[in-house]
């Protein structure tokens, strides 16, 4: 079975955790995430990097929920 690259792996090198958050190394390397040690590796947690980028402000504001009562005139219950 061949292997395909179709998903993020769990732990990423800097070079591709910086890729999976859109910013550069050197951006990366200074927002003081933590990284797990694989023998001599160091290693970002995809976990880590989501909970991150989940942490950040939205632009204007709150982010907003999306519920079908809004988009068909319907007040929650």
């Known amino acids: 079975m061949a292997i395909t690259r179709d998903f993020a792996p769990r732990l990423m090198p800097a070079p591709q955790a910086a890729h999976y958050l859109g910013v550069s190394?050197?951006?990366l390397r200074s927002l003081d995430?933590?990284?797990r040690?694989?023998?001599?590796k160091r290693l970002f947690d995809r976990l880590d990097l989501d909970a991150f980028a989940d942490s950040l402000a939205t632009e204007?504001?709150?982010a907003e929920v999306n519920t079908c009562h809004?988009?068909?005139g319907?007040?929650?219950s």
Request: glycine share 22%; proline share 5%; hydrophobic share 30%.
């Open 37 to 40: 040690i694989v023998g001599a």
């Open 33 to 35: 995430l933590p990284r």
């Open 74 to 76: 319907r007040r929650a």
């Open 60 to 62: 204007g504001g709150q």
């Open 70 to 72: 809004g988009k068909f």
């Open 25 to 27: 190394e050197s951006t």
